[in-house]
């Protein structure tokens, strides 16, 4: 439905994007994941229209939209700090671009107070912004771009002012939404976590290249390269038989009659997991299990068994 095809943007002599090709499935949900500067914010503007890219194209369902002004575009972006105007009230800022597109008091207002309700604030138009909490203020950043009824939202780390319980709690909510919205989202954000819990697919970008993009078990369990291993879901290096391999921490599992024999270097306590630093053949290892599962601590220092699960 909405497709990047080769684009690339410099800034000056810099390239943050290298010809970018991707393609989002209508109704779908795709996450953008990289570490900070690695260029999710400029693809989410070349596709909301703020810049427009130095080669390449844009389509959206096959029409060409690289160079139409944002506001011509089929689409709303909730920007990073929300940029909400602090001073007006909720339902003003959520009827906000529909009074930019002429559109009168009474029928903003009917509009606004219906995404108000779908995000969860009901009787919420007449808040003014600056009293609302941070999750409520993110929650009118979100009304704010569906009121437009774009045919794509675009995210920008949306839940990163957040503490870490309401971001899960909102992450849930965004999802949730999106499903029953039926829309289709372009979701930036450099959490791993985030990435794999709410999307249909995961795209992960590394240094202005698109590293691989695939269903969420799909990059966690066949990572296309060791740094999407080390930066999903934590894995390490380790040769065995002669062959370098891969490996998750949760493929390390502790056992009686394991078939290695390793040295506990360190035991980390986590609350429902455990986690064991294993020295075997020079090499360091770690495996994570539930701690309940942990029967009698190991002593570290001492020698520990274990099985590498395939
Ligand atoms: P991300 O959102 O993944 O953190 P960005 O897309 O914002 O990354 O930026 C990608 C790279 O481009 C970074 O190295 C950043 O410093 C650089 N960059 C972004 N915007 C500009 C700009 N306006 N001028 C120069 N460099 C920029
Ligand atoms: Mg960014």
New binding site residues.
């Given amino acids: 439905m909405l497709s990047f095809r080769n684009v690339t943007?410099r800034?000056?002599a810099?390239t943050?994007?290298e010809s970018l090709n991707l393609d989002l499935r209508r109704g779908e949900l795709m996450t953008?994941l990289?570490?900070?500067?690695?260029?999710?914010?400029?693809?989410?503007?070349v596709a909301g229209g703020f810049i427009a890219p130095d080669e390449g194209r844009v389509l959206l369902d096959g029409k060409d939209i690289t160079y139409l002004a944002p506001e011509l575009r089929p689409t709303a972006t909730v920007f990073q700090n929300h940029a909400l105007f602090p001073h007006m009230l909720a339902g003003d800022n959520v009827g906000y671009g529909l009074r930019v597109r002429g559109v009168g008091r009474e029928e903003r207002r009917h509009e606004a107070e219906k995404v108000l309700e779908r995000v969860g604030l009901s009787g919420c138009f007449d808040a003014r912004v600056q009293d609302l909490s941070g999750g409520q203020q993110q929650r009118v950043a979100l009304a704010r771009a569906l009121v437009l009824n774009p045919a794509v939202l675009l995210l920008?780390?949306p839940l990163s002012s957040l503490d870490a319980r309401l971001r899960v709690r909102m992450r849930r909510e965004i999802r949730e939404l999106q499903r029953a919205v039926d829309i289709t989202m372009l979701y930036?954000t450099?959490d791993q976590e985030e990435a794999l819990s709410i999307s249909d697919r995961v795209s992960v970008?590394n240094g202005?290249h698109l590293s691989q993009t695939g269903a969420p078990e799909e990059i966690y369990f066949s990572p296309a390269d060791d740094f999407i291993g080390d930066f999903i879901g934590d894995a390490f290096p380790v040769t065995l038989k002669g062959r370098r391999r891969l490996i998750r921490p949760d493929q390390v599992v502790p056992a009686p009659d394991g078939t290695f024999e390793g040295r506990l270097t360190g035991r980390e306590f986590l609350g429902a997991t455990v986690e064991w630093r294993i020295e075997w053949k020079g090499q360091s290892l770690r495996a994570v299990l539930p701690s309940r599962d942990e029967r009698t601590p190991p002593l570290v220092g001492g020698t520990v068994r274990f099985d590498i699960r395939p």
Wanted: hydrophobic share 30%.
């Fill in positions: 943007v800034y000056g810099f943050a994007l953008l990289g570490p900070s500067g690695c260029g999710k914010s400029t693809t989410l503007k920008d780390e930036v450099h970008l202005g």
